[in-house]
């Protein structure tokens, strides 16, 4: 059995959806980030950096693995699920992951919290980011021109970015003209896991004040 510690955020449902589609049984133990159930100590023993997702592999003498990719590289290696075992297809699934943590992740995350958070609406930072995270995209758009999915055979790499990707519209992102983008997100969430996945825990809108009061401490971090 695994316990998913995990809130409602495109990096929580990259575990919840792994999980889903690997058919793993696991507990789900949502946190309330802007209460800072994160930051608990009972929490930071799982997890010393204090986010989410993390988990605890009980059937391993509850092995903790925290970071949202490296959650992904160990369930597929666990269950021999969604990720190639030969050198070179297993590179091009860890690339396109990589791209997503270094890339997408960072830049649209930023989108959000000053396009959506942030009490200042500071326009050239707001373009900033809205205008790498759709470069980012198109580079997935070309790359997907030619195949169903991001390395051909469904893998973790779609999942890590589908979870981000599919929330281009509370980013601000304009996805016209990338046509081949649009495809695969609508063909990922046809998916009845990933369907699943995005739906745990469940989510609630938060009111003005609770945003404000997330964006004040994210200002003091």
């Given amino acids: 059995m695994i316990d998913l510690y995990t809130a409602p955020t495109p990096n929580g449902w990259k575990a919840s959806i792994a ?17 800072e159930d994160q930051k608990t100590p009972e929490f930071l023993k799982i997890n ?24 992904l590289i160990y369930l597929a290696e666990k269950t021999g699920q969604l990720l190639p075992t030969d050198m070179k297809n297993r590179s091009r699934v860890m690339q396109w992951l990589m ?19 942030f009490p200042e609406k500071i326009q050239s930072v707001i373009d900033r980011y809205q205008h ?4 980012l995209f198109t580079v997935l ?11 051909d ?3 973790i790499a779609d999942i890590a970015n589908w979870a981000w990707v599919r929330i281009y519209e509370w980013s601000g992102i ?10 695969w ?14 739906k745990i825990p469940e989510r609630r809108e938060i009111s003005p004040d609770e945003a404000a009061k997330a964006t004040q401490k994210i200002l003091m971090k």
Avoid at 19 to 35: C, F, G, S
């Fill in 99 to 117: 791209f997503q943590m270094g890339g997408i992740g960072p830049m649209q995350g930023q989108a959000n919290v000053f396009f959506r958070y």
């Fill in 141 to 151: 758009d070309t790359r997907l021109a030619d195949r169903e999915y991001l390395c």
């Fill in 48 to 71: 010393p950096n204090g986010r989410i997702p993390a988990i605890v592999d009980h059937d391993e003498e509850d092995f903790a693995v925290f970071e949202s990719g490296a959650i």
């Fill in 174 to 183: 304009d996805i016209t003209g990338l046509d081949h983008l649009k495809r």
């Fill in 185 to 198: 997100i609508d063909l990922m969430a046809s998916r009845p896991a990933c369907a699943r996945g995005v």
């Fill in 19 to 35: 999980l889903e589609e690997m058919q793993l049984p696991y507990t789900v133990n949502k946190l309330n980030l802007i209460d």
């Fill in 153 to 155: 055979d469904y893998s």
């Fill in 132 to 135: 790498e995270t759709r470069r």
